[in-house]
């Protein structure tokens, strides 16, 4: 069982649909959490990170639940340009980072 | 500021052959990492430097072997290649603080036939 789960999709969304991913991971030690985004072909680059008390910019906003040991990323209206697959990441005590495999989504006019 | 920079950006290798990667940072970042990304497995750590002078592997080592040559640079390299070593190759850097965040180079897409 990996560390971090996530379900690969694909999201298939109109334009200006709400979607939201979730995360779990297995490590209870994990303490930093991040999600990314990576275009295909490209590497991934940092969307943004994940705060206990949840962070939002523009129209992403991530959460953590820690009792339950998942984060979430919610996508208000999705642009053409969303597109991607977004991963997210978890570091534990020894701060390697472990992705999950990423979810894909899709935004269709 | 170049960030990560990776060399070569795409290779490819006959089953047999040796190659290094070379991986170089100006983000005066103490933690260096290798991973390689597949389709369906998604990013695998192969080894990864804490700090100068001190190397770890990571999840699949095997067929690789890594140099941590100064706080700069962290080559990782294949001494006989093998076909499923194909894959795409990224080295990342992260200050080891959970405040910071982990950087990526580019990527070297590597084929062995």
């Not at chain 1, 560390?3 to 297995?26: H, I, L, M, R």
């Not at chain 1, 984060?71 to 208000?76: D, F, K, P, Y």
């Not at chain 2, 052959?17 to 998604?42: E, F, I, K, V």
């Not at chain 2, 080592?61 to 941590?68: I, K, M, Q």
Request: with cysteine; proline share 5%.
């Amino acid at each position: 069982r990996k560390e971090v789960e996530q379900d690969p999709g694909p999201f298939n969304v109109p334009e200006g649909a709400t979607v939201a991913f979730n995360c779990t991971y297995s490590n209870s030690a994990s303490q930093s959490f991040f999600w990314y985004r990576q275009d295909c072909r490209k590497e991934p680059k940092l969307l943004m990170s994940v705060y206990s008390s949840g962070n939002e910019d523009g129209r992403f906003t991530a959460q953590l639940n820690r009792a339950s040991q998942y984060i979430s990323l919610l996508i208000r209206d999705s642009k053409l340009s969303d597109s991607a697959t977004y991963l997210c990441v978890a570091a534990g005590g020894s701060y390697i980072p472990t992705f999950g495999r990423g979810t894909s989504l899709i935004v269709h006019p | 500021n170049a960030g990560v920079t990776q060399t070569p950006k795409f290779q490819v290798l006959k089953t047999g052959q040796s190659m290094t990667l070379q991986c170089a940072q100006d983000m005066n970042h103490n933690s260096m990492y290798w991973y390689r990304q597949d389709p369906g497995m998604g990013l695998r750590l192969i080894y990864y430097s804490a700090s100068e002078g001190t190397t770890d592997k990571g999840e699949v080592p095997n067929g690789y072997n890594v140099s941590r040559l100064n706080k700069r640079e962290f080559s990782l390299r294949l001494e006989s290649a093998a076909p499923s070593q194909t894959s795409v190759y990224f080295c990342v850097t992260g200050v080891r603080d959970p405040r910071e965040t982990q950087y990526f180079g580019p990527g070297t897409r590597l084929l062995v036939l």
